[in-house]
């Protein structure tokens, strides 16, 4: 098991930056990609970025490339989602996942934390 826990959500206007976290404990991290995805009221579970165990790869929704970076700490069982210029359309509970494999799937992810909500205002 993998127990994932979510932090760093908020409420702040268009093109502010956030700095969302995810803790990991229970099993060896740095053998789990890692991904963050979000979730708008009404909408599905969508892909945001995916980075791998030992963070040499990433991969981005088109919708947020250029402005929302991933990132790892292995030391600290830790990934980071880095978010920039943001956006209205950005609002939506934010989630982190593991998996062994990295993957844009969320249906692959077999860990998932318990979500944060971020508000973008106008």
């Known amino acids: 098991q993998v127990q994932l826990v979510e932090s760093g959500g908020g409420l702040v206007q268009a093109g502010d930056s956030l700095r969302l976290s995810c803790a990991a404990s229970g099993r060896t991290f740095n053998n789990y990609a890692m991904g963050w995805f979000r979730q708008a009221p009404g909408k599905e579970r969508d892909f945001v970025a995916a980075i791998s165990w030992s963070g040499g790869r990433t991969a981005y929704a088109d919708s947020v490339k250029g402005r929302f970076t991933i990132s790892r700490d292995n030391a600290k069982n830790t990934v980071y989602l880095q978010m920039n210029s943001l956006k209205p359309e950005d609002t939506a509970v934010y989630y982190c996942?593991?998996?062994?494999?990295?993957?844009?799937?969320?249906?692959?992810?077999?860990?998932w934390g318990q979500g944060t909500q971020v508000t973008v205002s106008s």
């Open positions: 996942a593991a998996d062994p494999t990295f993957t844009k799937v969320h249906a692959r992810y077999d860990y």
